[in-house]
């Protein structure tokens, strides 16, 4: 589904506006309503099945799967497969999610390749930023431990990165080297596999925006008004001029007159409709806040604009 509406009966035809699901299944702090994105979120469900292919190799499930899937290698780097069942083929699809939400948690350092797998939890990429050495493809992290097993080599790790990964790599503490490197989900403090948090990784990669990125962010004043449920959402509707207007329905196709309903000369926009008709403006002086939005007018380009700066000038009672 890529589109939802709100419809209203307007001269006897059905206005329509169009919203863009991915808009709508937003979180209400990124400017949408919080519907749930079906495919996010059952592919992040799939993705705990993938990551217990990765960290439960005795169970059931695993040994079936391997066996005929991925006989000699890891889930990670596993084909789908000729002929591949349902299950599997549901399964192998959260494949891209899990490699971009794990990382690699050392302990002996014998199964983690130091060039193209995710370790350094400190850096953004989690993998070293310098050029491998020649005939150095293959290092690996236990080649950097000292003989003690419980310290880095600190002049072979300066001598092979640059600056920035030495200190990463040198900031990294060693854990008891009796034991197996592990995969660990990086998004949680234990390394466990989070359905929510990887639910809010997935729709931060198809979205490819972070919440500092998504502009008017005071949108969220809609959603801490203590109002019935139903103007929280009329009021969110009218921020993004999602109201069925005569002028909006219009720029959709609509056949209709574009003069405001009341008094028949301007066009009835959301401005027009709420802050300049003679209606509106009757509203707003039995309330006296006429002389607020008299003053507000002059200063905003357009009507969300101007419907936030409305609200900075309230205290809450008002």
């Known amino acids: 589904m890529n589109s939802f509406y709100w ?3 307007r001269n006897g035809s059905r206005g329509i506006n169009w919203m863009r699901w991915d808009k709508l299944s937003l979180h209400k702090t990124r400017v949408g309503l919080g519907f749930r994105d079906i495919e996010a ?3 992040s469900m799939l993705g705990k099945q993938g990551w217990k292919l990765l960290t439960e190799p005795s169970s059931l499930l695993t ?3 391997k066996a005929k899937y991925f006989p000699r290698r890891d889930f990670l780097v596993a084909n789908i497969g000729h002929n591949p069942s349902y299950t599997w083929r549901s399964i192998w699809s959260s494949q891209d999610l899990i490699k971009s939400g794990y990382r690699w948690r050392i302990d002996d350092g014998s199964r983690i390749n130091v060039w193209n797998t995710p370790w350094i939890r400190s850096l953004p990429t989690l993998r070293p930023s310098t050029i491998p050495p020649p005939f150095m493809g293959e290092l690996l992290v236990q080649n950097l431990v000292n003989l003690d097993r419980i310290s880095w080599n600190n002049v072979l790790v300066h001598a092979i990165f640059n600056y920035n990964d030495a200190a990463a790599i040198l900031a ?3 854990r008891n080297r009796n034991l197996v490197d592990s995969y660990v989900w990086q998004f949680m403090v234990d390394g466990s596999y989070s359905v929510k948090l990887a ?3 997935c729709i931060s990669l198809e979205t490819n925006v972070t919440d500092a990125a998504v502009p008017n962010q005071n949108r969220d004043i809609i959603w801490k008004q203590k109002v ?3 103007v929280r959402s009329f009021l969110w509707r009218a921020s993004h001029n999602y109201l069925p207007t005569r002028s909006r329905l ?4 609509i056949p209709c007159s574009e003069s405001c309903v009341h008094c028949d000369v301007s ?5 027009h409709l709420f802050f300049v008709s003679a209606k509106a403006v009757a509203c707003w002086e039995l309330l006296q806040l006429d002389d607020t939005i008299r003053n507000m007018l002059p200063t905003a380009n357009d009507f969300s604009t101007l419907l936030f700066y409305f609200f900075d000038r309230l205290n809450t009672e008002k």
Do not use: C, D, V
Not at 267 to 271: L, N, Q, R
């Open 199 to 201: 639910y809010s990784h």
């Open 7 to 9: 419809g209203s009966k």
């Open 228 to 230: 019935p449920p139903k």
């Open 172 to 174: 990294i503490p060693l």
């Open 250 to 253: 219009i720029q959709k196709g």
């Open 63 to 65: 040994r079936i799967l």
């Open 267 to 271: 066009a009835e926009t959301h401005t």
């Open 41 to 43: 979120f059952n592919l």
